[in-house]
């Protein structure tokens, strides 16, 4: 019977410790489901941010350019830094060179007779009083001489030998090119900014030629069938090279401006529909949109989007245009 009731108890005993430990485990059931959930939501957290800075790394090295020293001189890449920089502003003149009307002198036969002989011919140089034609007088059959009024070159002539001459149509036009005007058309609106005195830089020909003069003159009043008035360069012309007749263009200092950044226009390149350069930083080369300001012909004023002392591509830039596009379509950004 004794062991009967140990028997019974210890069943007991058993059973109760079996309930308490089931219990436990209950128990702490929860807190651990929770921690395994905290793991793997941390882990994918972790796993998520990876790929985002991945794909942040991705998305800066598609727009860093790296050459090596090698590459920058064999491709002429220029690299300058940003800085001040006086800006001179212009406006752009048509216009034509002209003989000075007080170097043009008009040689023809004084009385009417009969041409004997014709000592020059056009494009020819004269000195004043040379001899430029042999006339026989109708009257006094006898002959008499047509000389040169100035110095200059024969730039027209209407007399052939044997010719008979009786009025001012038949004569020698000599023109002293030593000196020419420049006549620059100026219309309207460019007006007010044009004045006596102001540089001008003239460019000729294809070649574009240029020489340097000011305004001398300005016409008082506008055409009324250009509607433009004329002002005028006045040039030594040593070689001849300033010939009548040819075409030029003129562009007029107006105004000298100090800028904070002034870059070569050369710098620029039209990237994604944008104005941009190509900076240098510790990465590479890389390219940022800018703003621009005032500009001339080889020049312009950067108001945003490159900083003072920062590196920049000056020349050369389409070089790293391609390289940036040859990489956006192969997905290699450096050599």
Same mark, same amino acid.
């Given at each position: 019977m004794k062991?009967k009731?140990?028997?019974?108890?210890?069943?007991?005993s058993?059973v109760?410790?079996?309930l308490i430990l089931n219990f436990?485990d209950?128990?702490?059931?929860?807190?651990?489901?929770?921690?395994?959930?905290?793991v793997?939501?941390?882990?994918?957290?972790k796993d998520k941010?990876?790929?985002?800075?991945?794909?942040?790394?991705?998305e800066?090295?598609?727009?860093?350019i790296?050459?090596?020293?090698?590459e920058?001189?064999?491709?002429?890449?220029?690299i300058?830094?940003?800085?001040?920089?006086?800006?001179?502003i212009h406006?752009?003149l048509?216009?034509?060179i002209?003989t000075d009307?007080?170097?043009?002198?008009?040689?023809?036969?004084?009385?009417?007779?009969?041409?004997?002989e014709?000592?020059?011919?056009?494009?020819?140089?004269v000195?004043?009083?040379?001899v430029?034609a042999?006339i026989?007088? $109708?009257?006094?059959?006898?002959?008499y001489?047509?000389?040169?009024?100035?110095?200059?070159t024969?730039?027209d002539m209407?007399?052939?030998?044997?010719?008979?001459?009786?009025?001012?149509?038949?004569d020698?036009?000599v023109?002293d090119?030593s000196?020419?005007?420049? $006549?620059?058309?100026?219309?309207?609106?460019d007006?007010?900014?044009?004045?006596l005195?102001?540089?001008?830089?003239?460019n000729?020909g294809q070649e574009q030629?240029?020489?340097?003069?000011?305004?001398?003159?300005?016409s008082?009043?506008?055409?009324e069938?250009?509607?433009?008035a004329t002002?005028?360069?006045?040039?030594?012309?040593?070689?001849?090279?300033l010939?009548p007749?040819m075409?030029?263009?003129g562009?007029?200092l107006?105004?000298?401006?100090?800028?904070?950044?002034?870059i070569p226009k050369?710098?620029?390149?039209t990237?994604d529909?944008?104005?941009s350069i190509?900076?240098?930083?510790?990465d590479?080369?890389?390219?940022?949109?800018v703003?621009?300001?005032r500009t $001339?012909?080889?020049?312009?004023?950067?108001?945003s989007?490159?900083?003072p002392?920062?590196?920049?591509v000056?020349?050369?830039?389409?070089?790293?245009?391609?390289?940036l596009?040859?990489g956006s379509l192969?997905?290699?950004?450096?050599?």
């Amino acid at each position: 019977m004794k062991n009967k009731k140990i028997f019974i108890i210890t069943g007991i005993s058993v059973v109760v410790l079996l309930l308490i430990l089931n219990f436990c485990d209950f128990s702490k059931s929860p807190s651990n489901n929770h921690y395994a959930y905290n793991v793997k939501n941390d882990k994918h957290t972790k796993d998520k941010e990876s790929e985002e800075a991945q794909h942040d790394e991705d998305e800066i090295d598609q727009s860093i350019i790296v050459l090596s020293a090698d590459e920058l001189e064999e491709f002429e890449i220029d690299i300058d830094i940003a800085g001040p920089s006086s800006l001179e502003i212009h406006r752009d003149l048509a216009g034509e060179i002209v003989t000075d009307p007080e170097r043009l002198a008009h040689i023809g036969p004084r009385f009417p007779g009969i041409v004997k002989e014709v000592k020059k011919q056009l494009g020819d140089r004269v000195i004043k009083d040379e001899v430029v034609a042999i006339i026989e007088s $109708n009257e006094s059959l006898t002959t008499y001489q047509v000389r040169s009024l100035i110095n200059g070159t024969i730039i027209d002539m209407h007399l052939t030998r044997g010719e008979m001459v009786s009025d001012s149509g038949h004569d020698f036009i000599v023109a002293d090119l030593s000196e020419v005007w420049i $006549n620059l058309s100026v219309y309207q609106k460019d007006l007010p900014y044009i004045k006596l005195g102001q540089v001008v830089e003239i460019n000729i020909g294809q070649e574009q030629m240029s020489v340097t003069g000011r305004i001398s003159y300005i016409s008082p009043i506008v055409d009324e069938h250009t509607r433009t008035a004329t002002a005028r360069v006045i040039l030594k012309n040593p070689t001849g090279m300033l010939k009548p007749g040819m075409f030029v263009s003129g562009k007029v200092l107006i105004d000298k401006i100090d800028a904070t950044i002034v870059i070569p226009k050369s710098a620029l390149q039209t990237i994604d529909n944008n104005l941009s350069i190509f900076i240098k930083t510790q990465d590479g080369f890389k390219p940022v949109s800018v703003q621009l300001g005032r500009t $001339n012909k080889h020049n312009v004023e950067i108001i945003s989007g490159l900083l003072p002392d920062q590196e920049y591509v000056s020349k050369g830039g389409f070089t790293l245009k391609a390289e940036l596009a040859k990489g956006s379509l192969s997905g290699d950004h450096a050599h």
